[in-house]
């Protein structure tokens, strides 16, 4: 849930250059990275001169007039995923440790620090395919966005053999770490179980598939297949679906692929069952592609 275009709020300003200990180590922050509704991600560097992401909560509730037992919830639940999911290093951030600072109402999550989000390598994408493309092509080229598809598939498959339904899969909310794409903020994962319905999040980015705002149908990991489809949906049109649908925007002419037409409809489903598996995306023709072309 990280918004790097946010304004920094005057009590974040008060956490940049103060050093921290977390487990058996020190770090300085350095310079905010972004900010969501329960933390602030920090650059910082380490005592021995690493450099790290740090994500700071306050629990003292200084900030979004948030419930301070929900964010130190939130905490816990990051935490708690993190380490079940550490050992898949190819698609979710490491953790390097965690710690509470009652005194100054604060906890931290020590992490790898990445690059820019998705939403940041796209728009930047967007602007390069702009210059060479013709009128009428989609937001980005077919190669940087088989390239991209394919790690989303990734992600939620290392998601799926961990147990884990992160629920909030965004651009936002993905880094890239070097060339390799890795999903963050776990704050409102939770664990795979059968029938279980959840509150529904409190905020709609567009990514979020029905379920998840009106609680109305089981939170399965079929929410995660809807929100890469929602993003593959933004790399094509620019923009995220207004609502589960896969048709483009007003305006916009569709796509000429017809391997994303077939992914946008199967994704985009509003009714969750009718929602593809996590096997038919690793094996669709888009997916299994290695030529850089559709």
Known sequence: MLDSTR???SNDMRSKHQTFRIEDELYTLINRRGT???ATVWSSITSQGYRTAV???DLRNRRNNLNPA???ACFANEIKMLYIIRHAENCAVTIYGSAIDLR???A???MELGNDTLLDRVENLHGTHLKRARSG?????TKDRIHIWIQLVNIIIGLRQYNIIHRDIKPANLIFFG???????FGIAQIRSAGQYESPVRNHSGYSAPECLTAEAPVTSKVDIYSIGAILYYLTYGKAPMRPSSRAPFGVRRTRSTRVQNLLYHCLQRNLFKRPSHRWLAEHPLTTALEQSE
């Open 179 to 185: 060339s390799q794409l890795k999903v963050v903020d």
């Open 55 to 57: 994500k700071v909560f």
């Open 70 to 72: 929900k964010i130190r």
């Open 36 to 38: 969501g509704n329960f």
């Open 7 to 9: 304004r920094m709020p």
């Open 108 to 110: 931290f999550i020590a």
């Open 104 to 106: 100054r109402g604060l």
């Open 137 to 141: 092509s989609d937001y980005i080229s």
